[in-house]
T-cell receptor, first 112, second 114 residues
Framework: GEDVEQSLFLSVREGDSSVINCTYT??????LYWYKQEPGAGLQLLTY?????DMKQDQRLTVLLNKKDKHLSLRIADTQTGDSAIYFC????????????FGIGTKLQVIP | NAGVTQTPKFQVLKTGQSMTLQCAQD?????MYWYRQDPGMGLRLIYY???????DKGEVPNGYNVSRLNKREFSLRLESAAPSQTSVYFC?????????????FGPGTRLTVT
């Protein structure tokens, strides 16, 4: 089955770039997602990328996909205190059941 | 649009009590999901419903039952609550129409079982 791994914690200074990393196991064509969870709230979809793409950019967010290494990263440019949250990497089950496997989440702390 | 709504927001139960967590979505999505979130464990799928009238077990279904009441509503029932079920429970929905099959989450129910 799918397995998604990510580091637990990242601390950056306000204004710097943040890079959150994730590895996944399934090599089939599928969608990969980044979700954001603010304290006391549910998960909110930030962006997604299909596995035949290398990069996707959306304002301050850049997603990079290395298919060979099954490595996904989320770069947040000009990180703000409002970006402090838990970020989840997720992989859609390519079996077509619309299930998604989530990583355990990376807690991003932005230091003013 | 309210998106995905969940009730209650907080609940405290004693061991052995039962309760039902309610979830509703107004996005006309076919699929609905129940997850639990525990520290250091990420999100784990309890049950899901790919369409109205169908339900399937996820990763951690023991101790839970679900009902897909109609296309909008998907409830999660704890028949005899145990302290191990202390967790934050999230309901989510996802659509067939969107190719990316992203899921939309409710705000969560924080359940404590004493």
């Amino acid at each position: 089955g799918e397995d998604v791994e990510q580091s637990l914690f990242l601390s950056v200074r306000e204004g710097d770039s943040s890079v959150i990393n994730c590895t996944y196991t399934d090599s089939s064509s599928t969608y990969l997602y980044w979700y954001k969870q603010e304290p006391g709230a549910g998960l909110q979809l930030l962006t997604y990328i299909f596995s035949n793409m290398d990069m996707k950019q959306d304002q301050r967010l850049t997603v990079l996909l290395n298919k060979k290494d099954k490595h996904l990263s989320l770069r947040i440019a000009d990180t703000q205190t409002g970006d402090s949250a838990i970020y989840f990497c997720a992989e859609r089950d390519p079996g077509g059941y619309q299930k998604v496997t989530f990583g355990i989440g990376t807690k991003l702390q932005v230091i003013p | 649009n309210a998106g995905v709504t969940q009730t209650p927001k907080f609940q405290v139960l004693k061991t052995g009590q039962s309760m039902t967590l309610q979830c509703a979505q107004d996005m006309n999505h076919n699929s609905m999901y129940w997850y639990r979130q525990d520290p250091g464990m990420g999100l784990r799928l309890i049950y899901y419903s790919a369409s109205e009238g169908t339900t399937d077990k996820g990763e951690v279904p023991n101790g839970y039952n679900v009902s897909r009441l109609n296309k909008r509503e998907f409830s999660l029932r704890l028949e005899s609550a145990a302290p191990s079920q202390t967790s934050v429970y999230f309901c989510a929905s996802g659509g067939l129409g969107g190719r990316s099959y992203e899921q939309y989450f409710g705000p969560g129910t924080r359940l404590t079982v004493t």
